[in-house]
DNA sequence: ATCTTCATGTAATAAGTTACATGATTAA
DNA sequence: TTAATCATGTAACTTATTACATGAAGAT
């Protein structure tokens, strides 16, 4: 089995505590959708692979009449994951926007269509932010020992600082072509 | 016929100039592959479709022995782009980074392997910049009507800027960890 | 009562990558 | 003459998303 991103985010969600596929996706939705998003529908398969291979313990833990699978890390899984993150290799990151693949072109358009698709651009991340700094996982991360969840806070406030460059940065390409409008 | 962000992307190319599929994947690599990635293999057939349902034209253009198609834009093609641009819809932005999503998980490491998981972050997001800079369509478009090839340029200001932001980031992080070693 | 959340999964589809196959032209 | 670049495409595979199906528990 090639263990690939999606278990090792498997892995390292459940060590934290994240133990069952909807825990998971909930963790993933807050966590660490902003750098590497996930769906319910890869989780299920990948944690029965992780299972079926060993890196994972699965056992049955019904809430009242609601069926529930918690999982958790055996010793090879524990390994696999401080392996991956001491592997020196990685591939670049991948940063996709269709919003910055729209103002690559916006060329194309008047002054004044440009400045609105910029400004679109920071309404949307604006949101993304909103959303983001409603995670509970985070929230949550905050108020646990700061040793054990040191790194999801962080990785959060990166998020967050991100979000406030990319918006500055449009900010003031707008402001100059508004300049440019006024004169 | 769907028209999705590779179509648009491609429609745009050939727009300011990069009228071969070759070309397409070549203007991609260096422009566009920041913020949207493409393979070749994504290209000839995506070319295909949009002559069929009429948003390119396509010529033989042969250079010498050797065979060449060129497209350019139809007046359909021409509108299906400007509407994508003014259009409000656009999904948030994808940011994947396996480096990132390792740094989420850096908790279960010792120290010094924090910093190291770091340094390598930063060591690939270098090698990253240097490729990027090393593009001609962005040379090449800097040196053409900045009328034209305005955004462009700003596009790729924006990915150097951005690095360097997160070349920032992890850098204050590293610095905090190395001194709490020290203590 | 009814809506939301918790909970697990599958099927179908879409999107994207890697590898392969072929061959001409140009620069070192 | 050998390597790199120009040039077009396909096949196989991997990865990821959307939609569907089902149902219990808890909150309003």
Redesign the pocket.
């Known amino acids: 089995m090639k263990l690939?991103p999606?278990s090792f985010l498997i892995l390292g969600l459940v060590r934290v505590g994240a133990t069952?596929?909807?825990?998971i996706k909930?963790a993933a939705e807050t966590g660490t959708k902003m750098i590497w998003?996930?769906?319910?529908?890869?989780v299920?398969?990948e944690?029965a692979k992780l299972e079926e291979h060993g890196y994972l313990e699965r056992s049955d833990d019904p809430?009242?009449?609601?069926?529930?699978?918690t999982y958790e890390l055996t010793q090879a899984g524990e390994d696999a994951l401080k392996g991956w993150l001491r592997s020196p290799i990685e591939p670049p990151p991948q940063f996709r926007s269709e919003g910055m693949l729209r103002s690559f072109f916006a060329d194309a358009l008047p002054k004044e269509d440009q400045i609105d698709l910029l400004r679109r651009q920071r309404e949307r991340l604006v949101e993304v932010k909103a959303w983001l700094g409603a995670g509970e996982f985070r929230r949550a991360a905050k108020e646990i020992d700061a040793g054990l969840m040191r790194f999801p806070v962080l990785m959060g406030a990166y998020g967050d600082d991100f979000i406030d460059f990319t918006l500055n940065w449009i900010r003031r390409v707008e402001t100059e072509l508004e300049d440019e409008l006024d004169k």
């Open positions: 690939r999606i069952s596929g909807y825990a909930k998003p996930v769906s319910l529908a890869q299920y398969p944690l809430q009242g009449g609601r069926a529930r699978s």
